[in-house]
């Protein structure tokens, strides 16, 4: 019996000995999808200069471990987003920034087809339980007014009916500013795209806090 309790001691010693050499679970890497149109895509850009690098590289420096995967393409509509929302899913992402808007401003679409696009993105994504940061976009002035009221109001709307994380307006401190655009006055340089990653960062350091469940 003495004999039995011995090795039994000597086996729980090695068990308590290997859990301590092996130290905490390593912690799972967030992975963002960045869904959005040229300026997710970085239009202009080196691939180091996209908004999507930037941001993962500041959401690192401050202490997060994340991927941010650039799922942007140029020229793309809220119709063109919502198409193909499904095959960016492949990419299995445990949260989304969804950018998207600026081209169907440019073009006039009627805002109740950008609000259902939306609204198909946004639901598809709380279906696959996955937390967005909203980025909001204003119409040109060139519009109008009442047209430039209505398409603000759609972010707006869905961001209270969905319970994303919302950010008013993508371009916040670049838009309209010469010296943080590229030569057609739309695209953000790397300067402009320092500062939308300084602007966003807090609020996408909110959906890293939701992507982990805290």
């Known amino acids: 019996m003495r004999r039995i309790n011995a090795v039994l001691r000597f086996a729980a010693g090695i ?3 290997s859990l301590t050499l092996a130290g905490p679970a390593a912690a799972e890497t967030i992975r963002i999808l960045g869904f959005g149109d040229s300026l997710m895509a970085g239009y202009g850009l080196a691939d180091e200069d996209a908004f999507p690098t930037r941001l993962q590289a500041a959401l690192q420096a ?4 994340v991927i941010v995967i650039n799922a942007g393409v140029s020229g793309d509509t809220t119709a063109g987003g919502a198409a193909r929302l499904a095959w960016s899913l492949s990419e299995a992402p445990d949260a ?7 081209n169907d401003g440019l073009r006039g679409i009627p805002t109740a087809d950008t609000r259902q696009n939306l609204d198909a993105i946004l639901t598809a994504l709380g279906e696959n339980d996955i937390p967005v940061l909203f980025a909001g976009m204003y119409a040109p002035p060139n519009m109008g007014k009442e047209y430039g009221a209505d398409f ?11 319970e994303v994380i919302f950010y008013p307006f993508f371009l916040d401190g670049v838009a309209g500013d010469l010296a943080l655009n590229q030569a057609d006055g739309i695209h953000p340089n790397r300067a402009g795209v320092d500062i939308l990653v300084e602007r966003i960062l807090p609020y996408a350091e909110k959906l890293v806090v939701r ?4």
């Open 211 to 214: 992507a982990k469940g805290e």
């Open 96 to 102: 989304a920034i969804v950018e998207l808007g600026a």
């Open 15 to 17: 068990a308590i000995l």
């Open 152 to 162: 603000a109001a759609v972010f707006e709307d869905l961001a209270a009916q969905h």
């Open 62 to 65: 401050a202490g997060h471990d």
